[in-house]
């Protein structure tokens, strides 16, 4: 029997999990320790069931997958773990920390990980972050940050759960996985409220209490644990889980599979950018355009974006800088701004960054083409001749002025250059399609001819064709 102060602990926990739950802790805990059922309880204490790091490593032996498959975790992040469960401490054991994790500190680590608040997790995180006790330097938090990154990525690939993403068709994950660790670490905030950043960042040491405030303020720290520890331990993955988190965590991918295209986007930037778009929209993107498959050319990307709900517009410059916006309503081709408070824009390289409305003014976003008299192009924020975003008409051209900052969304100039050359388009339809865009029917003669369009809309005729339109290709499902 274990000591009463030690079992009342345990069962606490134990019964924060449903009993199928438990039942798949049990299961793993027993498969890592390399004995089934009750064989431990034979001879009482002696053989008490444990979990030593060299069984957490070969972890990948206990499901059969093909040898040529990597471990469903990295190395480094399997360690990391191991020390979390190594620092929960169990009253009454008089002998100090043990090599080996016994079922409670199992039990527990994935309690306060999985169910806990940011004081139950903080602890634990401390010792992944550095196994000696007391404050942390930035440095290691940013080593822990990558980690954890990089886990999630690796996981959910090797898992097969990217929806359709994969790692040949994003760009590279490593320079993601810097850039979104770097913004994660840009909300660590001093006692006193300051933020070091840069090389000050690295050397700063933070203690437990500032660690935990960051914790329950950047709610990625605990998905990515709760991901890392789910789909990498291969527990409680499959089971309905209370958080809904991690379900929108990347969104299904349609449009891109077997065209050879590698997107602008990486699997760290699509989840961030992911998680600022309305709920609503988290679980699907669907490829609208890109210059690469399309062509270089202004009308193309009118065509294929109009009418089609809210997306995302990603540009990459001639200097390798990628940015973009979120327009929250369906692009219209008409000479007054439209949009809502919704929009957004980003940075995806060489920073990652998320820049929202200031309420300064209504400047969302504007698309106009074959005009005279107003500016043709694509924009958002800022005001005409003067925009956080622009790509001009005149195919190729493009601008982000922001001195100091844009008015709309109060974001720095995006490229590398105010006047950039444009490299790649790249626009995602995000959530479901609008009725009307999957409507079938020839194209309409106004689609061809947006001046025709706009001119109608000026004299405040509607369009009769618009029902009529091409069908939007659907690939199917890349699950």
């Given at each position: 029997?274990?000591?009463?102060?030690?079992?009342?602990?345990?069962?606490?926990?134990?019964?924060?999990?449903?009993?199928?739950?438990?039942?798949?802790?049990?299961a793993?805990?027993?498969?890592?320790?390399?004995?089934?059922?009750?064989?431990?309880?034979?001879?009482?204490?002696?053989?008490?069931?444990?979990?030593?790091?060299?069984?957490?490593?070969?972890r990948?032996?206990?499901?059969?997958?093909?040898?040529?498959?990597?471990?469903?975790?990295?190395?480094?992040?399997?360690?990391?773990?191991?020390?979390?469960?190594?620092s929960?401490?169990?009253?009454?054991?008089?002998?100090?920390?043990?090599?080996?994790?016994?079922?409670?500190?199992?039990?527990?680590?994935?309690?306060?990980?999985?169910?806990?608040?940011?004081?139950?997790?903080?602890?634990?995180?401390?010792?992944?972050?550095?196994?000696?006790?007391?404050?942390?330097?930035?440095?290691?938090?940013?080593?822990?940050?990558?980690?954890?990154?990089?886990?999630?990525?690796?996981?959910?690939?090797?898992?097969?759960?990217?929806?359709?993403?994969?790692?040949?068709?994003?760009?590279?994950?490593?320079?993601?996985?810097?850039?979104?660790?770097?913004?994660?670490?840009?909300?660590?905030?001093?006692?006193?409220g300051?933020?070091?950043?840069?090389?000050?960042?690295?050397?700063?040491?933070?203690?437990?209490?500032?660690?935990?405030?960051w914790?329950?303020?950047?709610?990625?720290?605990?998905?990515?644990?709760s991901?890392?520890?789910?789909q990498?331990?291969?527990?409680?993955?499959?089971?309905?889980?209370?958080?809904?988190?991690?379900?929108?965590?990347?969104?299904?991918?349609?449009?891109?599979?077997?065209?050879?295209?590698?997107?602008?986007?990486?699997?760290?930037?699509?989840?961030?950018?992911?998680?600022?778009l309305?709920?609503?929209?988290?679980h699907?993107?669907?490829?609208?355009?890109?210059?690469?498959?399309?062509?270089?050319?202004?009308?193309?990307?009118?065509?294929?974006?109009?009418?089609?709900?809210?997306?995302?517009?990603?540009?990459?410059?001639?200097?390798?800088?990628?940015?973009?916006?979120?327009?929250?309503?369906?692009?219209?081709?008409?000479?007054q701004?439209?949009?809502?408070?919704?929009?957004?824009?980003?940075?995806?390289?060489?920073?990652l960054?998320?820049?929202t409305?200031?309420?300064?003014?209504?400047?969302?976003?504007?698309?106009?083409?074959?005009?005279?008299?107003?500016?043709?192009?694509?924009?958002?924020?800022?005001?005409?001749?003067?925009?956080?975003?622009?790509?001009d008409?005149?195919?190729?051209?493009?601008?982000s002025?922001?001195?100091?900052?844009?008015?709309?969304?109060?974001?720095?100039?995006?490229?590398?250059?105010?006047?950039?050359?444009?490299?790649?388009?790249?626009?995602?339809?995000?959530?479901?399609?609008?009725?009307?865009?999957?409507?079938?029917?020839?194209?309409?003669?106004?689609?061809?001819?947006?001046?025709?369009?706009?001119?109608?809309?000026?004299?405040?005729?509607?369009?009769?064709?618009?029902?009529?339109?091409?069908?939007?290709?659907?690939?199917?499902?890349?699950?």
């Amino acid at each position: 029997k274990m000591g009463n102060a030690e079992s009342n602990a345990y069962r606490n926990h134990l019964s924060r999990f449903l009993p199928e739950e438990q039942s798949d802790i049990d299961a793993v805990f027993d498969a890592l320790s390399g004995s089934s059922g009750s064989a431990g309880a034979k001879n009482g204490k002696a053989t008490k069931k444990t979990v030593t790091l060299a069984a957490l490593q070969a972890r990948q032996s206990i499901i059969p997958i093909p040898a040529y498959m990597r471990e469903p975790l990295p190395e480094q992040m399997t360690v990391r773990l191991y020390n979390g469960m190594k620092s929960i401490d169990l009253t009454g054991k008089s002998s100090g920390p043990s090599e080996q994790i016994a079922k409670e500190q199992f039990v527990i680590f994935m309690s306060n990980l999985l169910k806990g608040n940011a004081d139950e997790k903080i602890t634990i995180i401390m010792r992944m972050i550095s196994k000696a006790e007391g404050p942390v330097k930035g440095k290691q938090i940013q080593e822990f940050t990558e980690d954890l990154i990089m886990s999630v990525v690796h996981v959910l690939s090797y898992r097969k759960e990217l929806k359709g993403w994969n790692l040949e068709n994003t760009r590279d994950s490593a320079s993601g996985v810097k850039a979104l660790a770097s913004q994660l670490l840009s909300e660590l905030k001093l006692a006193d409220g300051t933020k070091p950043v840069g090389p000050q960042l690295m050397e700063t040491s933070f203690d437990k209490s500032v660690i935990e405030d960051w914790v329950y303020r950047v709610p990625q720290i605990s998905i990515f644990l709760s991901v890392v520890i789910r789909q990498g331990l291969h527990v409680l993955h499959s089971l309905p889980d209370q958080t809904k988190d991690i379900l929108n965590l990347v969104p299904g991918c349609k449009g891109i599979k077997g065209r050879g295209l590698v997107s602008l986007l990486d699997i760290p930037s699509i989840i961030y950018i992911n998680s600022h778009l309305p709920a609503e929209l988290q679980h699907k993107w669907q490829l609208l355009f890109s210059s690469r498959l399309h062509g270089e050319s202004f009308s193309q990307l009118c065509a294929h974006i109009v009418k089609k709900g809210p997306c995302i517009v990603i540009l990459k410059d001639l200097d390798g800088y990628i940015f973009g916006g979120f327009a929250s309503h369906s692009w219209e081709m008409k000479p007054q701004f439209q949009g809502d408070n919704r929009c957004f824009l980003f940075t995806v390289f060489p920073s990652l960054a998320v820049y929202t409305y200031t309420g300064y003014n209504d400047h969302y976003m504007y698309l106009n083409h074959g005009q005279q008299t107003m500016p043709n192009g694509l924009g958002m924020g800022g005001q005409h001749g003067y925009f956080g975003l622009w790509v001009d008409g005149d195919y190729g051209k493009g601008h982000s002025k922001a001195k100091p900052r844009c008015t709309t969304y109060n974001s720095p100039q995006l490229s590398a250059k105010e006047d950039f050359t444009l490299d790649a388009v790249e626009v995602w339809a995000v959530g479901d399609l609008p009725e009307s865009a999957g409507t079938k029917g020839k194209k309409s003669i106004l689609d061809v001819d947006p001046e025709a369009q706009a001119f109608l809309e000026m004299a405040g005729k509607s369009r009769h064709s618009e029902g009529l339109r091409e069908p939007i290709e659907e690939d199917d499902d890349d699950e």
